[in-house]
């Protein structure tokens, strides 16, 4: 069990009224709110170490690059990757994805070969894929979702050939809160000799992943997800890769030896960090990370299947209530989207606003599973650590005046 009142203590702005109302925060699959031991991470940076990093040797950039470092090898420990060199510090999973599609992606795939993503991808794993079979005359195939809202994975041999380059999946979906068989996934790709990159977005916050034991190629994920700022991402990948991969952009910091005529690439992670990093990010990501470590991830996925659980629960006995995803609590995270029968999602979210109640509205990123649901949009509440069941019941309390409004509307 968590010490939620210690946990929310740590949390500046769980304080305040919205609207006269405590503040219900559940857009956690959006962004994540930020304990205060993150924000003195980065304000002791700008106040007492703020210098450039692997540039000088006085002391403020010495303390810089140790603590930017240190965070390195934090996020390296957090996922188990095999050394720190192995994890490229980008401003985001959309970034991170991004890099390995002009990096790799733009180097490997060819035409006639082919990518394989699902239908429930969030668009910043989707579109890069899309543009790359644009230029490269790649095709795309797509894995489609069971009845629960799970991958099926049933058609696999059909779906994954010896012409299949990437199988670029997301092992947590942004909208449904399914957990995809991911492993499955990728021991069939690597069957056939694909690589995968898993977009771990929603995963890597709330569940242990291990790269080693997944044997993933990529993995990519965001810091202001896990308690950390935004502007600040992650791109793994197997350090064998890594070396074979030309530079993502030019500039300082990425080179070995610059000529006037030519260059020579930077050593791992450098050769993809080029120019002056968000370096007050990434320390207050590594301040995340330890803020996450000292609870433990098992706890916190307990806590959030919990938590949803108990909302499905109440969300079950309102009438003309539509729920998405897996029924399967073990199947799934701390994510519902729902939406009330007749009613636009976007005017639930701002009855709930009224009365403090942050959820997301709208196609959340993932236009081809909103088309897949024939709907333009859904609501979407999410959780996290700092999260209650009395805030659930505030919610509930808050869609069941949504539904009267609408009720008494419609009856006029």
């Not at 170490?49 to 950039?61: E, G, K, M, Q």
Request: proline share 5%; hydrophobic share 40%; with cysteine.
């Amino acid at each position: 069990m968590l010490n939620l009142d210690a946990i929310r203590a740590d949390f500046p702005i769980l304080k305040q009224m919205i609207n006269d109302h405590p503040l219900v925060y559940f857009d956690n699959a959006a962004t994540t709110q930020k304990p205060r031991q993150v924000i003195e991470a980065i304000v002791r940076y700008y106040e007492t170490d703020n210098a450039n990093i692997h540039r000088a040797v006085h002391t403020l950039s010495q303390r810089a690059t140790d603590h930017f470092e240190a965070a390195r090898k934090l996020v390296a420990a957090f996922i188990n990757a095999p050394q720190p060199e192995s994890v490229i510090f980008t401003q985001g999973t959309t970034d991170s994805v991004n890099l390995v599609m002009s990096s790799w992606g733009s180097h490997q795939i060819k035409a006639g070969q082919n990518i394989v993503l699902s239908q429930p991808e969030h668009h910043s794993n989707l579109v890069p894929w899309q543009m790359l079979a644009e230029q490269t005359g790649a095709s795309l195939r797509f894995l489609q979702l069971n009845a629960q809202g799970i991958l099926d994975l049933s058609d696999l041999e059909s779906i994954l050939d010896e012409q299949t380059a990437l199988v670029a999946v997301q092992q947590m979906s942004n909208v449904l809160g399914s957990i995809h068989p991911i492993q499955k996934l990728i021991d069939a790709a690597h069957a056939v000799g694909a690589k995968v990159l898993v977009d771990a977005a929603q995963s890597v916050p709330h569940m242990p992943v291990d790269v080693q034991a997944m044997d993933c190629d990529f993995l990519v994920f965001s810091a202001h997800k896990m308690l950390g700022p935004t502007g600040v991402g992650v791109m793994y990948a197997k350090t064998e890769i890594l070396e074979q991969m030309p530079p993502y952009r030019g500039g300082g910091s990425m080179i070995k030896e610059v000529w006037p005529e030519r260059y020579t690439w930077g050593d791992l992670p450098y050769r993809f960090e080029a120019g002056t990093p968000n370096i007050a990010g990434v320390i207050g990501f590594g301040a995340a990370i330890s803020y996450i470590n000292q609870i433990g991830l098992p706890a916190i996925l307990e806590h959030e299947q919990m938590l949803t659980a108990y909302a499905l629960d109440k969300m079950k006995q309102m009438e003309n209530l539509v729920l998405y995803g897996p029924t399967d609590i073990s199947q799934r995270g701390g994510i519902i989207a729902f939406n009330f029968e007749g009613i636009h999602p976007r005017d639930v979210g701002e009855i709930l606003d009224q009365q403090g109640v942050a959820i997301r509205t709208g196609h959340h990123c993932c236009q081809p599973l909103m088309q897949h649901y024939g709907v333009t949009g859904m609501a979407r509440a999410s959780f996290y650590i700092y999260n209650t069941c009395q805030e659930i019941d505030v919610l509930v309390k808050a869609l069941g005046r949504a539904q009267r409004i609408f009720s008494r509307a419609a009856s006029r």
